[in-house]
């Protein structure tokens, strides 16, 4: 399913011998600018915008003819955020274009999509070292075209998927920690030696030195590797590196595969892949953002939170906090939600939220959730009835007993529940009864 919007295109995005004029369909005023100079490493940006849109190109699970999907670009004080799913929604990949990579000021904030078209990546690909990349993101005008002259009007359909991916990621991602680090040659040396192609095997990594070794079973401190050969997009990046970082969440003997980010950094560039915990699985589905999202107060406090946000590179949930006066979690909440309309993602190597707009209503959550609106109908027919720890759930002609363990998670004893084990969210059951757990005790209080 896709989510339309119209876009217009004051023309296709072009390369020239001297600079790259990348067409974006608008932003707060029609068709702005917000960024006009030189990339100061012009050979390495090329190469990395390619990786972020072969990613967009490519589905890793079970492969297909190339999908045809368009990049997120965002403008934000210092840097240049370029941003993409690729087709099967299992690999998240973004490029940070740093303070020391632009030569030429962020004149106006905004996200876009930009039409990196064949032409484009056939020009792409052949910049050379020394030559110069002009970056031109967002023309003030509109021209059409017929036989007489150019008109550029195009449709870019954005999926739902990547919408409800920009949420899960940054839930997902604000709960990881550094693993890792490579210096260049051992980062090529590790890369290179990865399985390739379709493997879909689930490995681990743990550190070893300068380097890292594989593992088959997770253990402290190591990071799950989920169908290595989703790491290609990073091959072309490792000539120009200067570092590889690794991160992920905590793990133990016995954990579920888990995501984790895998980061080339040139000093002026970042170019990071997000991987799902599983080749077939796709972020979309993972339910991460649904605990966040469940809260009576999260729509009012994310239109609070919204109104607060800046084009700061970087978000402080503690700022904001006491900025709109309510908690820290609240506000964490709040940033799932707005996640799920594009608005913030979280970026690990600054540890910190970012702000980004799309074209969409924080208040499509409950739309793109269906476990969120199951969970909504079961208590609007008062279907859940608490027991202590514990509580039965009516589902039509179904009754599950959902349990809570001493994490706080839940236990349900429907067949989704059984297939996942917890893995991608709660079902809708377990977080009916989490949200009237929680209307009760704001009752007592």
Same mark, same amino acid.
């Given at each position: 399913?896709?989510?339309?919007?119209?876009?217009?295109?004051?023309?296709?995005?072009?390369?020239?011998?001297?600079?790259?004029?990348?067409?974006?369909?608008?932003?707060?005023?029609?068709?702005?600018?917000?960024?006009?100079?030189?990339?100061?490493?012009?050979?390495?940006?090329?190469?990395?915008?390619?990786?972020?849109?072969?990613?967009?190109?490519?589905?890793?699970?079970?492969?297909?003819?190339?999908?045809?999907?368009?990049?997120?670009?965002?403008?934000?004080?210092?840097?240049?955020?370029?941003?993409?799913?690729?087709?099967?929604?299992?690999?998240?990949?973004?490029?940070?274009?740093?303070?020391?990579?632009?030569?030429?000021?962020?004149?106006?904030?905004?996200?876009?999509?930009?039409?990196?078209?064949?032409?484009?990546?056939?020009?792409?690909?052949?910049?050379?070292?020394?030559?110069?990349?002009?970056?031109?993101?967002?023309?003030?005008?509109?021209?059409?075209?017929?036989?007489?002259?150019?008109?550029? *009007?195009?449709?870019?359909?954005?999926?739902?998927?990547?919408?409800?991916?920009?949420? *899960?990621?940054?839930?997902?991602?604000?709960?990881?920690?550094?693993?890792?680090?490579?210096?260049?040659? *051992?980062?090529?040396?590790?890369?290179?030696?990865?399985?390739?192609?379709?493997?879909?095997?689930?490995?681990?990594?743990?550190?070893?030195?300068?380097?890292?070794?594989?593992?088959?079973?997770?253990?402290?401190?190591?990071?799950?590797?989920?169908?290595?050969?989703?790491?290609?997009?990073?091959?072309?990046?490792?000539?120009?590196?200067?570092?590889?970082?690794?991160?992920?969440?905590?793990?133990?003997?016995?954990?579920?595969?888990?995501?984790?980010?895998?980061?080339?950094?040139?000093?002026?560039?970042?170019?990071?892949?997000?991987?799902?915990?599983?080749?077939?699985?796709?972020?979309?589905?993972?339910?991460?953002?649904?605990?966040?999202?469940?809260?009576?107060?999260?729509?009012?406090?994310?239109?609070?939170?919204?109104?607060?946000?800046?084009?700061?590179?970087?978000?402080?949930?503690?700022?904001?906090?006491?900025?709109?006066?309510?908690?820290?979690?609240?506000?964490?909440?709040?940033?799932?939600?707005?996640?799920?309309?594009?608005?913030?993602?979280?970026?690990?190597?600054?540890?910190?939220?970012?702000?980004?707009?799309?074209?969409?209503?924080?208040?499509?959550?409950?739309?793109?959730?269906?476990?969120?609106?199951?969970?909504?109908?079961?208590?609007?027919?008062?279907?859940?009835?608490?027991?202590?720890?514990?509580?039965?759930?009516?589902?039509?002609?179904?009754?599950?007993?959902?349990?809570?363990?001493?994490?706080?998670?839940?236990?349900?004893?429907?067949?989704?529940?059984?297939?996942?084990?917890?893995?991608?969210?709660?079902?809708?059951?377990?977080?009916?009864?989490?949200?009237?757990?929680?209307?009760?005790?704001?009752?007592?209080?």
């Amino acid at each position: 399913m896709n989510a339309v919007q119209t876009y217009r295109y004051l023309a296709p995005s072009t390369l020239t011998q001297r600079s790259l004029a990348l067409q974006t369909s608008g932003g707060p005023t029609p068709n702005p600018r917000f960024f006009t100079g030189f990339l100061s490493t012009g050979q390495a940006a090329a190469v990395a915008l390619l990786a972020v849109a072969e990613v967009a190109r490519t589905r890793y699970h079970r492969p297909v003819s190339p999908a045809s999907l368009d990049p997120v670009v965002t403008g934000s004080r210092d840097r240049l955020r370029f941003e993409s799913f690729s087709g099967c929604c299992g690999v998240y990949a973004r490029l940070d274009v740093l303070p020391a990579g632009l030569d030429g000021d962020v004149s106006e904030h905004g996200t876009t999509n930009v039409d990196v078209n064949t032409p484009l990546r056939e020009a792409l690909a052949r910049v050379g070292g020394l030559d110069p990349l002009h970056l031109s993101v967002g023309p003030d005008d509109l021209t059409v075209s017929t036989l007489d002259g150019a008109v550029v *009007e195009k449709k870019v359909p954005l999926p739902v998927r990547w919408l409800r991916g920009f949420a *899960e990621v940054q839930v997902l991602a604000a709960r990881f920690e550094p693993r890792a680090e490579l210096p260049a040659a *051992e980062a090529a040396t590790f890369l290179r030696r990865l399985p390739r192609g379709g493997d879909r095997s689930v490995l681990w990594v743990v550190p070893a030195g300068r380097s890292l070794r594989l593992t088959s079973r997770p253990v402290a401190g190591a990071v799950c590797l989920a169908g290595a050969g989703r790491l290609a997009a990073l091959h072309p990046m490792l000539r120009f590196a200067k570092t590889l970082r690794v991160y992920g969440p905590t793990v133990a003997a016995g954990t579920a595969p888990v995501p984790s980010v895998w980061e080339l950094d040139t000093g002026a560039l970042r170019l990071s892949l997000t991987l799902s915990p599983e080749p077939y699985r796709g972020f979309s589905g993972e339910g991460a953002a649904l605990a966040a999202l469940a809260g009576d107060d999260v729509v009012d406090d994310a239109d609070l939170i919204s109104a607060l946000l800046s084009w700061d590179p970087t978000i402080d949930p503690d700022r904001l906090a006491e900025q709109a006066g309510i908690d820290a979690g609240r506000v964490r909440g709040a940033l799932a939600q707005l996640g799920t309309a594009g608005r913030v993602g979280y970026d690990v190597a600054d540890a910190a939220y970012f702000h980004r707009v799309m074209p969409y209503d924080a208040g499509r959550a409950e739309r793109d959730n269906p476990r969120l609106v199951g969970a909504r109908a079961l208590l609007d027919a008062g279907a859940v009835q608490l027991d202590g720890r514990s509580a039965t759930v009516r589902s039509g002609d179904q009754v599950y007993r959902v349990r809570q363990l001493p994490d706080g998670s839940h236990t349900c004893t429907c067949p989704w529940w059984a297939k996942h084990r917890g893995q991608r969210g709660p079902c809708r059951h377990a977080l009916a009864t989490r949200m009237l757990a929680s209307e009760r005790v704001e009752e007592r209080v």
